[in-house]
């Protein structure tokens, strides 16, 4: 049975139900939408127990007010918006357990643009076209395809007891711990890069853009240097994947993200790397944005070194890991690392692997079953 | 048409395939043939197909499957397109009630064109519309084939609000508002059939590659019976197979 999960005393400053996405439905021009920044969403799932996909609150720049309705597990993962519980701060990457009663508040952004709050279950809205995810502009999935508001009262699912774990946490030394007001942010070219001069390429790759205050989840709007198209911006309207960077006429770069419509007709320069989507989404208006390009290879290794994280949290995900996952954990190895050694258990042995995190190499350790 | 289809990179998890370079029913007939042979392959890894006039967008989870491996897919499934069996487009009739206070433009319209708003309403009725693609709104249907007498500019300024069914006009486009929503075109008529319910399976009437057309409601008494039945969901629309299209390479 579903049950009385959390209470709303003030939504903040935009706070959405998101999972992964609405996928299978851009061909009847219906968005992707879901998480900004999907690797905090799922983290903040797995850390609960959850399935990777469930339902969570987006909080936006200034967090929500929430009453709990009952005792459960939470976590918080994405950009530190100073929440506390009962007035007390709490670690972000970690499950914790509130009671019954117990009152959330946001303190304001002190880093990054959006947090994730995860319950034990998930939150239960209706799915719609197979996805629990908001999508405000047509009002569609959410709940009421609109932000949360005062007076508002979510639902949980109930939560499945042999996934549920205390006190879970990611790694401190994995935690992407600083998003800060610089970011680096990998793309591949394509796919109209030939609409663009050489001068533009070399423009886009070698300067430095600001965030707009325009920017949503729509897309994030940059300014800085003027990229220059061969004959025009305009080309016959196609499908936009995630991440694409459009120049309009004007000449500025707008890089498409969750909320974009399925279709677009302007050229579309390059292509934001999946991992580095979200931290894209974690940028406010006034950071700086450069831009690196990478091959399609290097992003796949990106994404690799991602997923081992997230998979690194649950043993009993890991045993049900896609192969490419497992098979990147055992082509690689290194020093244990002390953080993980206390948890090691009996029938686990670990393995290692190398993870770049923000620009640092660590070691990434995983547990997998012994044969 | 390309003589093969051209496939780039569009990120890590993305794939376009373009099949031809402009606007014409065979380009976007050939879009439609491969986004369902592709469908039909049932291929594990791909999140999501999106049809456009002229390309096929294809996501896919970079750690289930990969470039190298769709590129195999796309090509395998462009070469036996002749062969495949693929469903015919349909086509889609949309009862409509033209001008008065649901297609308040309609006159303007006709004076643009030099004609009568009879004409208009012949002109623009007796034409099944190609949907070339679904985009701008869910639902949203981006058609082509409009009579080039009815080509009118859009309005100078928008509505603020445009009520869903609305059927309009801007330049050489004809389109349906799916819901409500700001706009410029010039509106000619309503349909109270609804083509895009999120809750229906699927969402939306029409897919790119279809066809929709619009036959003529004469009393407002009529509109409001069909808008009662689709509320009571006793209304059928009128679904007829399309012309075969066979999708054959431009110079094979």
């Not at chain 1, 909080?59 to 309705?69: D, E, N, Q, S, W």
């Not at chain 2, 007498?149 to 309009?168: E, F, N, Q, W, Y």
Request: glycine share 10%; net charge negative; proline share 8%.
């Amino acid at each position: 049975m579903n049950h009385k999960a959390i209470e709303v005393l003030e939504p903040g400053l935009l706070t959405t139900v998101q999972d992964t996405g609405r996928y299978g439905f851009q061909r009847f021009g219906v968005p992707v939408s879901g998480a900004m920044d999907p690797f905090s969403l799922r983290a903040a799932n797995v850390l609960v127990g959850n399935d990777q996909d469930s339902a969570c609150l987006e909080m936006t720049v200034v967090g929500p007010r929430l009453r709990f309705l009952q005792d459960t597990l939470i976590s918080i993962t994405g950009a530190d918006l100073a929440v506390s519980i009962d007035g007390e701060r709490v670690h972000r990457w970690q499950a914790m357990h509130v009671a019954k009663g117990s009152v959330l508040t946001s303190g304001g952004m002190m880093d990054g643009m959006r947090a994730y709050l995860a319950i034990d279950g998930g939150i239960d809205v209706p799915q719609v076209m197979g996805s629990r995810s908001t999508y405000m502009t047509s009002r569609i999935g959410g709940l009421k395809g609109r932000p949360l508001k005062s007076g508002d009262v979510l639902s949980g699912l109930p939560s499945d007891p042999s996934h549920r774990h205390d006190e879970r946490a990611l790694p401190e030394d994995l935690e992407p711990v600083h998003y800060g007001h610089s970011h680096v942010i990998r793309a591949v070219m394509g796919p109209q890069t030939a609409a663009f001069t050489p001068g533009a390429l070399e423009t886009l790759f070698d300067s430095r853009y600001s965030v707009s205050n325009d920017s949503d989840r729509v897309g994030y709007r940059l300014e800085g240097p003027h990229l220059s198209h061969v004959t025009g911006a305009d080309i016959i309207s196609d499908g936009s994947p995630a991440g694409p960077i459009q120049v309009p006429a004007d000449g500025m770069p707008i890089v498409l993200m969750a909320d974009r419509g399925p279709t677009g007709g302007y050229a579309k320069i390059a292509t934001v790397i999946s991992t580095d989507l979200g931290r894209l989404a974690q940028a406010r208006p006034g950071d700086t944005i450069s831009f690196n390009q990478v091959s399609v290879a290097q992003a796949n290794s990106a994404l690799l070194e991602q997923e081992a994280i997230l998979y690194s949290l649950d043993p009993e995900l890991l045993s049900r890991a896609p192969e490419a996952v497992v098979r990147a954990l055992q082509a690689s190895d290194g020093a244990p690392s002390p953080a993980l050694r206390e948890t090691e258990l009996p029938h686990l042995e670990t393995r290692v692997a190398q993870a770049t995190i923000e620009g640092q190499t660590v070691a990434v350790e995983i547990m997998i079953e012994r044969d | 048409m390309f003589k093969t289809p051209v496939i780039s990179e569009a990120g890590d998890r993305a794939l376009v395939v373009e099949v031809g370079d402009s606007i014409d029913p065979e380009t976007n007939g050939r879009v439609r043939s491969l986004m369902l042979a592709v469908e039909g392959m049932d291929v594990p890894g791909i999140s999501d197909l999106v049809p456009s006039y002229r390309s096929l967008l294809i996501t896919y989870d970079p750690i289930r499957t990969d470039h190298d491996a769709l590129v195999k897919i796309v090509t395998l499934a462009d070469s036996n397109l002749d062969t495949a069996q693929i469903d015919s487009p349909k086509v889609v009739t949309l009862p409509t009630l033209y001008g008065g206070e649901r297609g308040p433009d309609i006159g303007y319209v006709a004076e643009h064109a030099g004609i009568s708003v009879s004409e208009v309403i012949d002109l623009h009725s007796c034409v099944d519309y190609r949907v070339y693609m679904i985009g701008f709104a869910p639902g949203f249907p981006y058609l082509g084939g409009l009579s080039e007498k009815l080509a009118t500019p859009r309005l100078s300024t928008p509505r603020v609000r445009i009520p869903a069914g609305s059927v309009g006009i801007a330049e050489s486009q004809t389109g349906v508002y799916p819901s409500a929503s700001p706009g410029g075109w010039q509106l000619i008529g309503r349909t109270p059939v609804p083509l895009f319910e999120p809750d229906r399976q699927p969402p939306s009437m029409v897919v790119a590659g279809d066809y929709i057309k619009f036959s003529t409601i004469d009393t407002e008494a009529e509109y409001k019976a069909i808008q009662a039945a689709v509320a009571e969901g006793d209304y059928q629309p009128e679904v007829s197979p399309a012309e075969p299209e066979v999708p054959v390479p431009g110079d094979a």
